[in-house]
C-alpha cells in the first residue's frame, strides 16, 4: 500500500525567503510522485511530477522538487517566495504506473507568506 | 468555456432534501471522477468512471448516486444527507484512468451544506 505523510499542516515564511514543504512517501514499487497546489476558493492544479526520469524535476511558478529514494522523500522548494504563492499544497504518490485514478494524496500543507 | 466546470458552487441543503451537482469538462478526456475534501483529510476518491463507465467505488454510502451519461458530463445526486457529509466536492478529470501521466485536471469544488 502507499502513503503520503506532509510534514507541518501550516508553514509561515516572510517574502523572498526560501519555501521548503516536506513529503515522504511509502510505497512498494517505484513510484510516481506529484505535488498539486489549490489556491482559494480553486480546484487542484498540478504543480510538478516525477516519474522515473530526472530526480530534480521542476514545475510551474518558480516551484521544483527532488526525489530521493533513499530518504523517501519528494520535498518541494522555491528560492524566493512570492505572496501569491500563499496556498494549500498537495503531495501524492501513484504506484499503478501513474494511473491518474491511483493517487494517494497527503493532507496537505498550508503556506502563509508573511510580508 | 475551458476546463472543467463545476456548478453549483455553492449549496445549503437540509437532510431530506434531494439535490444533484454537475461537472462538465471540455478537455476531451474520457475519465472523470468525484472527490471529497473535508478539513484537516486527505483528498477521498468517491467514484471513477472511464469511458461512461463507473469503475471504482470506494465504500462510497449510497445517500450518493453518481451518473455519467457521456464521456463530458458527470452528475453527484444527493440524497438524505448527513451533517457530516459538509464538504467541498471535487470534480476532475483525466485523459483517461490509465493514463501515464497521473494527471488530473480539478474543477473549483462545490461548497455542500448539510443543516
Known amino acids: 500500500a502507499q502513503s503520503v505523510t506532509q510534514l507541518g499542516s501550516h508553514v509561515s515564511v516572510s517574502e523572498g525567503a526560501l519555501v521548503l514543504l516536506r513529503c515522504n512517501y511509502s510505497?512498494?514499487?517505484?513510484?510516481?510522485l506529484f505535488w498539486y497546489v489549490q489556491y482559494p476558493n480553486q480546484g487542484l492544479q498540478l504543480l510538478l511530477k516525477y516519474t522515473s526520469a530526472a530526480t530534480l524535476v521542476k514545475g510551474i511558478n518558480g516551484f521544483e522538487a527532488e526525489f530521493k529514494k533513499s530518504e523517501t522523500s519528494f520535498h518541494l522548494t522555491k528560492p524566493s517566495a512570492h505572496m501569491s504563492d500563499a496556498a494549500e499544497y498537495f503531495c501524492?504518490?501513484?504506484?499503478?504506473?501513474?494511473?491518474?485514478?491511483?493517487?494517494?494524496f497527503g493532507k496537505g500543507t498550508h503556506l502563509i507568506i508573511q510580508p | 468555456e475551458t476546463g472543467v466546470t463545476q456548478t453549483p458552487r455553492h449549496l445549503v441543503m437540509g437532510m431530506t432534501n434531494k439535490k444533484s451537482l454537475k461537472c462538465e469538462q471540455h478537455l476531451g478526456h474520457n475519465a472523470m471522477y468525484w472527490y471529497k475534501q473535508s478539513a484537516k483529510k486527505p483528498l477521498e476518491l468517491m467514484f471513477v468512471y472511464n469511458f461512461k463507465e463507473q469503475t471504482e467505488n470506494n465504500s462510497v454510502p449510497s445517500r450518493f448516486s453518481p451518473e455519467c451519461p457521456n464521456s463530458s458530463h458527470l452528475f453527484l445526486h444527493l440524497h438524505t444527507l448527513q451533517p457530516e457529509d459538509s464538504a467541498l466536492y471535487l470534480c476532475?478529470?483525466?485523459?483517461?484512468?490509465?493514463?501515464?501521466?497521473?494527471?488530473?485536471?480539478f474543477g473549483e469544488g462545490s461548497r455542500l451544506t448539510v443543516l
Open positions: 510505497s512498494s514499487v517505484p513510484p510516481y
Open positions: 501524492a504518490v501513484s504506484e499503478s504506473g501513474g494511473g491518474a485514478d491511483g493517487l494517494t
Open positions: 476532475a478529470s483525466s485523459q483517461d484512468r490509465h493514463a501515464n501521466t497521473g494527471e488530473l485536471f
